[in-house]
């Protein structure tokens, strides 16, 4: 096992940080990483906004349902699905500006910045900081947009949380390999290989603590019932469809 | 710069790959590794089908129009976006199972699957594997889904082929990591910004051989019209679209 794989499979999130800034050498490392991966046709279609300063922070905190890990870490990185640079670079080059306003387009780009995401995840926890990725920043994107002053044609779709770990928390009880692994073609879940997958994950202390808070029989009613309830997950998904049309990714219906 | 850094830094698309089989223990680190990501609510939203059959690869090559990186590696990956398992555990612990049928969820899935294929690229070309991404897998989603048998809530997002090298191409014209990079907010780039970042990409000798190839004026021409053109963009979308309402991650108008 080397050095790579080793911090690969020693990633927890980390949500409590030491006050000492990250040095600009550091960052400038992790966002040399973030900008080395693959990336379609080698158009490399985000951006990466940087915060270090806590008012900002404290700008987009409610965005994030005032987490502590919102505000609490020296650094957060903020990656976006980016068509805009690109339209500008074909702008000033007489070629077409409109040829990416659609959503196979802005697949692309989402998976660019994804990969330049977890790229600078890697290399910050090889650094030895700690991360913490704030799915948050999906929900309401309209307002991530105003407040980052994203263009047309650009959307957050990731937002990590950086510094030196002030804790070391377990690893998280994940589900076997065994689960996501399929040979050749899909071959669906029945309710043995269901019950033999969530097993572990079912019967851990987490667990058992998390059924007992909540009052509930399992796990997926945790899910489907506290955590990611139907109807706030489709008003979401209206306010993110929405973006997708104000920024040119979608035509309006 | 420790060894995870230099792997980053050192990334090319490998598109030549020796005959040599990449062994069980090497492919179980890369899913391990692929398995360990951040992932929101830790629900862990992706599937990935893995492929050392070179039939299965000769049956998905014309949806990557026959490019030779769809068959001549010993090893393909592909990554899904999947509600579809975590459907299967509310529907097998009486939780309701439409909660994430949207396009909230799909995003975060999205997510999900990305992190995943990242990690693993990260940790394969630690292990001296090489890699590269076929972008193909997005465009005719609807018929990978068919090939892979992917069940309602799967989309396919992400295609890797991997291998022990057999060249070692120079390192990719990327833009400068300036051009990325914005502090607390979006800037948005001028004439002059745009001329600054794209100069050496633009008088690369790569950019000049394909110009010449091209016949065209500039390296944005390449792009809108000849290697990703509008129409074609927005066929594909469309394709994209419909997929997502079939999966039933979009509501049909």
Known sequence: MNQTIETILNHRSIRKFKAEAVGQDTIQTILRCACNGSTLGNMQLFSIIVTTDKD?????????????????????????????RFN?????????????????????????????AQNACVAAESLGLGICWLGTITYQVDQFIDILHLPKNVIPVA????????????????????????????QDYSEYDIN????????????????????????AQVFTERRYVKKDNEFFADVLKKALQNQHFLKEE
């Open 196 to 219: 033999k997958l969530y097993k572990d994950k079912e019967t851990h202390p987490n667990t058992i603590q998390i059924l007992k808070e909540n009052n509930l029989e399992n796990l």
């Open 56 to 84: 900002m922070m404290q700008k987009t905190a409610p965005l994030h349902f005032n987490q502590p890990i919102a505000t609490n870490a020296p650094l957060m990185m903020t990656f976006c699905a980016d068509l805009h």
């Open 88 to 116: 500008r670079y074909c702008e000033f080059r007489n070629a077409s500006t409109d040829s990416y306003d659609n959503l196979q387009s802005y697949q692309w780009a989402v998976t660019d910045a994804i990969i330049a």
């Open 159 to 186: 937002c990590i949380s950086m510094g030196y770990p002030d804790e070391q928390p377990a690893l998280t009880d994940k589900l076997p390999v065994e689960a996501f692994v399929h040979q050749d073609t899909y």
